[in-house]
């Protein structure tokens, strides 16, 4: 499975943004498409799932504000991200989970400006 993700750059304090990713390959009907993130010296932490049946998780520090989307193919995912915070500087990477197959895309940097 290959993974190419697309949008993030630079934002001001209380914008929005969209990221998509989309997956390629060998796709097993049942899997999770989601978006991670990580902040400089920080770990990376999880920013929002969907599952191919459309069952949704979202971090806590994004609920309210983030949504997560797939298209009708099931193989692009969307993140709508809304009233952004400095905070939510990050390199976003997609993620791509079939059963114990686990697949990252390349990274995209969101920069919120204060």
């Known amino acids: 499975v290959q993974l190419q993700a697309s949008g993030g750059g630079l934002v001001q304090t209380g914008g929005s943004q969209r990221l998509s990713c989309t997956a390629s390959?060998?796709?097993?009907?049942?899997?999770?498409m989601g978006w991670y993130r990580q902040a400089p010296g920080k770990s990376r932490e999880k920013v929002a799932s969907?599952?191919?049946?459309?069952?949704?998780s979202y971090g806590d520090s994004v609920k309210g504000r983030f949504r997560i989307s797939r298209d009708g193919a099931k193989t692009t995912v969307y993140l709508q991200m809304n009233s952004l915070k400095p905070e939510d500087t990050a390199v976003y990477y997609c993620?791509?989970?079939?059963?114990?197959?686990?697949?990252w895309g390349q990274g995209t940097q969101v920069t919120v400006s204060s």
């Open positions: 390959g060998s796709i097993f009907s049942s899997n999770v």
């Open positions: 969907i599952s191919s049946v459309g069952f949704t």
């Open positions: 993620n791509f989970v079939s059963g114990v197959e686990n697949y």
